[in-house]
């Protein structure tokens, strides 16, 4: 990530200052990011710009420019939340690494990432980048981007310069905060899916001592190096160097798209895996320690391209055909029930199974008309506090919508996907509909939602998967596109079993 001649001059003080403890050295509340607010979403420009928003007044959105100076635009499109910000490396007069194939860490950072964003995309995550240009950002602005969108994942993705000793494994590295469990659990999930992708190739690998997952600390403010993970508290961000780009037959290697995809699903398996599972991961070195000073990753000598006309959001999804779910899904939108579970900028990938935390979101502002109240814990293990939608997750089990996925301790599963004989038993709960005639489905039967499949019928919300012969298939996922329909019909003033 950092610029070759940094690791040269820097690898022997570094190494000499290793510190063999991981003891967290910080003092309570330290904090030194940059002083800002914590921002409220971004504002994506036509030419894909994203500024993070500070604040949101009736004549436009007050934004952090990309050269970190404040402007008060409007038009654009807004995103309040997502769940994986991909931040590439580098950019405009900030080559990064730059290969012996004249292969340059900006371009090849931009390149995989982009790949990343479509393969996390295809699996329904929602997900943006920081850059989708060659333009410089400074740290903080990145980090302020983070900050704004609060994911359950920022990954600063960068690729090596100035390895020294030959290795028989691919020499990557990730870094993680030193304070934050989440982001030093998904570095060593990142560290292992990197390498392990980057093993089946036979290449002369270097390393550093900084090959594993590492957090390093700098002595003089007693917290982290690197900017992006000292200005994103509360992030579970890590930064990846998946090879070295300054050894020459690792620049031959990256320099091919096939192995660009490799290392895009890579990075995608492990964001999986760190969602989805308590894997602990691996390859954890002590902490290492420094008095080096990085530049801080401000706005210095910084030009802001040209905001111009940030285009006009049009209304509706760029990815909902006109048919089954459009119009239910726009009535949803309009309503503001979808704000934070898009998949993309204008994008909503309704085919996708929608996931459990998603569901908590749009049950919450459907039932209550208002976004839930901040909360500062959760009686479920696996919705962190630092989540997002943890308060909507809290607030649907206050309303006896749900009482989580597993006990002892007790786990709401958040992206587990909801089955259609779930997604019933759900809607009857919220919307208290009792027990249903028996609905003639002929695939229903001895089925835990039986019941509240026959609600769900009676009162038109569901018409089944298929007609004849009439079947609901209760083990399928429910698609967000079906959510949307049955939401939207459960919310309809007087549903007519007619429908
Ligand atoms: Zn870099």
Not at 79 to 90: K, L, Q, R, T
């Amino acid at each position: 990530m950092m610029t070759t001649g940094w690791r040269r001059r820097g690898l022997a003080i570094l190494a000499a200052t290793l510190l063999l403890s991981t003891v967290a050295l910080l003092p309570a509340g330290a904090q030194y990011y940059p002083p800002g607010p914590p921002g409220d979403g971004v504002v994506i420009s036509d030419d894909g710009l994203v500024l993070p928003v500070r604040e949101i007044r009736d004549d436009g959105y007050v934004v952090t420019t990309t050269c970190w100076n404040e402007a008060t635009v409007t038009g654009g499109t807004y995103i309040s939340h997502v769940e994986v910000v991909i931040d590439p490396g580098h950019g405009g007069s900030e080559y990064g690494a730059v290969g012996s194939n004249g292969l340059t860490e900006k371009a090849l950072n931009l390149d995989v990432s982009e790949l990343l964003i479509e393969e996390l995309r295809e699996r329904g995550f929602n997900a943006i980048m920081t850059r989708t240009t060659d333009v410089r950002i400074p740290i903080v602005v990145r980090a302020e981007i983070a900050r704004a969108l609060k994911p359950d994942v920022f990954i600063s993705l960068h690729h090596n310069g100035g390895a020294t000793a030959r290795s028989e494994l691919p020499g990557t590295e990730t870094y993680h905060q030193i304070e934050g469990a989440n982001s030093k659990r998904l570095a060593g999930i990142l560290f292992e899916e990197l390498q392990g992708a980057f093993s089946q190739y036979d290449v002369a690998w270097r390393k550093t001592v900084f090959q594993g997952a590492s957090s390093v600390l700098r002595v003089e403010v007693q917290d982290d190096l690197y900017g992006i993970l000292q200005y994103t508290p509360g992030i579970a961000t890590v930064i990846t160097e998946a090879a070295y780009l300054s050894t020459p037959a690792e620049a031959r290697l990256l320099a091919d798209p096939e192995v660009q995809r490799v290392e895009a699903v890579a990075i995608a398996d492990g964001i999986e895996r760190y969602l989805t599972t308590s894997d602990p991961g691996s390859g954890f070195n002590p902490m290492f320690s420094t008095s080096r000073k990085l530049s801080a990753g401000g706005p210095g000598g910084c030009r802001d391209p040209e905001l111009g006309d940030l285009g006009v959001d049009e209304p509706g999804f760029d990815d909902v055909p006109d048919g089954t779910h459009r119009q239910d899904i726009d009535a949803l939108r309009d309503k503001g029930i979808l704000d934070g579970t898009e998949c993309g900028p204008d994008l909503f990938c309704p085919r996708q199974p929608i996931k459990r935390w998603m569901m908590a979101v749009w049950l919450v502002r459907a039932l209550d008309g208002a976004d839930p109240d901040p909360v500062t814990e959760s009686r479920f293990v696996d919705a962190g506090a630092d989540r997002w939608w943890t308060p909507y997750v809290e607030r649907l089990a206050e309303l006896g919508v749900t009482q989580g996925c597993k006990t002892a301790p007790a786990r709401f599963c958040p992206y587990g996907v909801v089955t259609r004989g779930e997604m019933a038993t759900f809607l009857t709960r919220a919307f208290d509909l009792g027990t249903g005639r028996p609905s003639g489905f002929t695939d229903t039967a001895g089925s835990v939602h039986a019941d509240a499949i026959n609600a769900v019928a009676e009162v038109g919300i569901t018409r089944g998967c298929m007609i004849f012969p009439a079947r609901y298939c209760p083990s399928a996922p429910t698609t967000k596109g079906q959510m949307a329909t049955l939401l939207e019909r459960a919310l309809r003033p007087a549903p007519s079993a007619s429908s």
